[in-house]
């Protein structure tokens, strides 16, 4: 399921896109820039953390990483020119920063590291409009999708958006019928909403248009559905693929195998894998039929 941005929680990219215009009261920049003093840190954090993974040096890492994220009033030696002054996000500095010191890290590998850390306050600055707001380029285009997933899946795990009891799960393409009192969240400027069905006793999340209701994607992460070929969440990639699963395609960082019944298995890509060659023990972690 393609993720775009959920408005009745107040998401947004955030994207910058070489700085804004910078408006400075002092005339100045980088007087309250935090980079020159957090950028050193970030870099020791994340080395420490990447290499132990131990958890007082990953929360660190998040809790710089994520004082870096604002403006302030930061610049990068090439954001003035005789014309023109541009302020950045403070953890762009840190390349210009620590490049004559221990060396210039790429922002890549800071993100890189941050989505793959699973505690909740990596979980949530990585789901939201500030870690966005760092993005750009490249960034933006390979994490944008991947934030904005982890932000619904947030909202999705919020006790306020439980399962509306419905008799037959909906076909794709048909117009759904949604019970009374079905709460329904907003994505991709409103024009699609997502309700939270409990259909036999399996969790599933529908998406339709928003001006005619029209069903575009039904999808689950309910261990106790199982497809038509048997597949259920948690299978390995080995058996899907033996169930006749092909590769549909890819999309940052997720694999999808198309079964004969239709149905699409989610599969996390890791380092050094391809969709065509993923480790065997990879398993579902989304079932989605479009």
Known sequence: MKIP???GFSLCLGIAANGNKAVSAHGQFNVEC?????CPDLEKYYQTCSRTHAS???????????????KYDCQRSFDHTPTKDYTVPAVW??????AAGQGAPD???YIKLLQKLRSNDARS???SADFRSVLDGEYAETYIGPSLQAEKDMVFQNALFKPTLLGVLPAIGTVLQAPKGANAL??????VHVYHFDVGGVTYFVDVKTNNNVVTNISTRDSKFSTPEGIRI???WSKVKASGGKVFYDENNICYLRLPSGWLCAFNINDGESCEDLAPESRVWQLDLK
Do not use: H, W
Not at 34 to 38: G, K, N, T
């Open 93 to 98: 500095v840190c390349k210009e920063i620590l």
């Open 34 to 38: 935090p980079a020159r003093r957090l």
């Open 186 to 191: 907003s994505f991709n400027g409103g024009t």
């Open 56 to 70: 007082e040096a990953c929360d660190s890492f998040v809790k710089i990483f994520r004082q870096l994220a604002p």
């Open 5 to 7: 941005m959920l408005i």
């Open 125 to 127: 600055f990585f789901a």
């Open 234 to 236: 948690g299978d390995t």
């Open 107 to 109: 922002l890549y590998e």
